[in-house]
């Protein structure tokens, strides 16, 4: 059975940073492009940052662009996502997931259908 179990998210004040972590289990992922989405409350889930297979490519939502890193260990089995310089607007809870398809090495992939697990999501709030 595959799971996605993220840590690392609470409360913090703008400014500060936290660590995302997500690991998997059930099968190996290191093939497969992964991602980190979140959501706020009356908002659409959307993409914050992907990174491919190799950790060679990423991508990042422009409003994290310079703030968040994503990165992976394979050996792992794990993603995870450094958050700096939070502000409130990153309130949210956040997700991490797993491409439906190996397509090459390539992060470019930001519709939510495109990934196939998600894991059950971790609280991120940043008090002003």
């Known amino acids: 059975q595959v799971q996605l179990v993220e840590s690392g998210g609470g409360l913090v004040q703008a400014g500060g940073s936290l660590r995302l972590s997500c690991a998997a289990s059930g099968r190996s992922f290191s093939a497969y492009g992964m991602g980190w989405f979140r959501q706020a409350p009356g908002k659409e889930r959307e993409v914050v940052a992907a990174?491919?297979?190799?950790?060679?490519?990423?991508l990042y939502a422009d409003s994290v662009k310079g703030r968040f890193t994503i990165s992976r260990d394979n050996a792992k089995n794990t993603v995870y996502l450094q958050m700096n310089s939070l502000n409130t607007e990153d309130t949210a809870v956040y997700y991490c997931?797993?491409?439906?398809?190996?397509?090459?090495?390539?992060?470019?992939?930001?519709?939510?259908?495109?990934?196939?697990?998600w894991g059950q999501g971790t609280q991120v709030t940043v008090s002003s």
């Open positions: 997931t797993v491409r439906r398809s190996r397509s090459g090495d390539s992060a470019d992939v930001v519709n939510p259908a495109e990934y196939e697990y």
């Open positions: 990174i491919s297979w190799s950790g060679g490519n990423t």
